[in-house]
Each structure stands twice: as structure tokens, then as C-alpha cells.
């Protein structure tokens, strides 16, 4: 097919179009400007808000096993403060001192008297 050639009249309309197909070149770009400027701001909003979602899960599940941690350090020292304040009313019973006393540091009543028995088998 042959090409055409087309001689383009230069007249008071074609420069009107002219001028009305370069402002709407440059209302495009102007478009595709703001568009791509959106994007970036989009993209790093989101990028930034990820980052400090990601950070304070890290932060919660710290926070959470240190947690646990301090609950189950609580119930140890419940338990101790329980054993304790049992060992303080037994403490204040005094057979229970004697008895203690008896035992651990051979203390006697009168006339009784005490056997070391080594905790050894003996070697025949």
C-alpha cells in the first residue's frame, strides 16, 4: 500500500488543535505525575506501618513470655511464703522445737539416752 502523503494546511483551526492536543499531552503527564507520587507515598505508608505492626508483635510476644515467666515465679514464691508461714506456726509449737532439737542436735529428757547409729551398711 502506498503511503499517503497528506500536506498540512497551517491554518487559524490546525493551531488551535495543536494547542489543545499539547494541553491535554501535558494534563496526561501531569495525571501520570501525581499518579506515580501517590504510589510512592502509598507504598511507603504501608511499608512503614508493616514495619511497626511486625515490631510490636515482636514487642507483645516478648512482653508475653516474660509474662508467663512472672506468673509462674509468683506461684514459686506463693508456695515458698506458704511453706514458710507453715514452718513458722510449727515453729512456734514448742514440742515441735524439742522434737527438732532432739533429733538434730541430740538433746535428751532426763534419763533418756541417745545412739548414734552411723547411716552406713556396715562391711562384713
Known amino acids: 500500500m502506498p503511503k499517503k502523503n497528506v500536506t498540512r494546511l497551517d491554518s487559524n483551526y ?30 511507603i505508608a504501608i511499608g512503614s506501618m508493616a514495619t511497626f505492626h511486625i515490631k510490636q508483635r515482636v514487642l507483645q510476644a516478648e512482653k508475653s513470655e516474660k509474662y508467663h515467666h512472672m506468673e509462674e515465679e ?37 534419763g533418756e539416752l541417745i545412739f548414734k547409729i552411723p547411716d552406713e551398711e556396715p562391711s562384713y
Not at 490546525?14 to 502509598?42: G, N
Not at 511464703?81 to 538433746?107: H, Q, S
Open 14 to 43: 490546525m493551531q488551535q488543535y495543536d494547542a489543545y492536543m499539547e494541553r491535554k499531552q501535558r494534563k496526561k503527564q501531569r495525571l501520570i505525575r501525581r499518579l506515580v507520587l501517590f504510589s510512592i507515598i502509598t507504598v
Open 74 to 110: 509468683l506461684a514459686s514464691l506463693e508456695q515458698k511464703e506458704k511453706n514458710y508461714k507453715e514452718e513458722i506456726e510449727l515453729l512456734n509449737d514448742e514440742e515441735y522445737v524439742l522434737e527438732i532439737a532432739r533429733t538434730n542436735y541430740f538433746f535428751s529428757k532426763k
